[in-house]
């Protein structure tokens, strides 16, 4: 009896355990480190910050485990583990970048409102303008308050806030499903709320663009 022969008799007797191809023996542990290359994307929050990689590796992560499960396509098995793993690394490369972001500096509120102050549309044509001409593009906007009032009340307005651009966006011309809003409340300060002066650039819209 060959070697070949006596390692498909041995891997079907770990009930698919390993799988012989072309002199490369591929197990189990090696769909285990695709696994925790998966996971560790998945903890870097690639399905947000980089959902198409993020895709591509959990596909073939599936596909990988049902090739090891069937045995029958082992070379396959083995290109299916390297591109989940190159996948879920590409992901976690991405993710790790800065986002662009577009700020919007002088879009402004009423206060203790979602209302846009008159002086806010120009910037906003500004941005409807930006985004016709980079259609490709994707973005979240993002509203931000000072620390002042409760932190509950801070967020849900921004909350508000970020719906409020959003809409106007959507109402000019920019497609739906481009766009995003969220509200990050006093979550993410860029200055010094015990001043005046910071706590105005805290109170802020941003585009932040999605991968």
Avoid at 47 to 70: F, N, V
Avoid at 91 to 116: H, M, R, W, Y
């Amino acid at each position: 009896m060959n070697r070949n022969l006596l390692t498909i008799i041995a891997c079907s007797t770990l009930l698919g355990a390993c799988a012989w191809h072309g002199g490369i023996n591929v197990d189990r542990s090696e769909l285990d480190e695709a696994r925790e290359h998966v996971a560790a994307a998945r903890a870097a929050g690639a399905e947000t910050c980089a959902p198409k990689e993020m895709a591509k590796a959990q596909a073939s992560l599936l596909y990988a485990g049902h090739e090891l499960t069937e045995g029958i396509h082992p070379d396959e098995n083995a290109m299916l583990i390297d591109s989940a793993i190159k996948h879920a690394d590409q992901a976690v490369a991405i993710c790790k970048k800065k986002p662009e972001t577009i700020a919007l500096t002088g879009v402004q509120f009423e206060t203790n409102s979602d209302e846009l102050t008159a002086a806010s549309v120009a910037i906003l044509d500004g941005a409807v303008a930006t985004l016709k001409k980079r259609a490709h593009i994707r973005v979240e906007v993002s509203a931000h308050t000072d620390s002042r009032g409760q932190a509950a009340y801070n967020q849900a307005l921004s909350d508000k806030r970020a719906a409020s651009v959003r809409a106007y966006l959507i109402g000019h011309g920019i497609a739906a499903n481009r766009l995003s809003a969220k509200g990050y409340g006093e979550s993410r300060p860029i200055a010094d709320n015990g001043t005046a002066a910071g706590r105005a650039k805290n109170r802020r819209v941003e585009l932040t663009v999605l991968r």
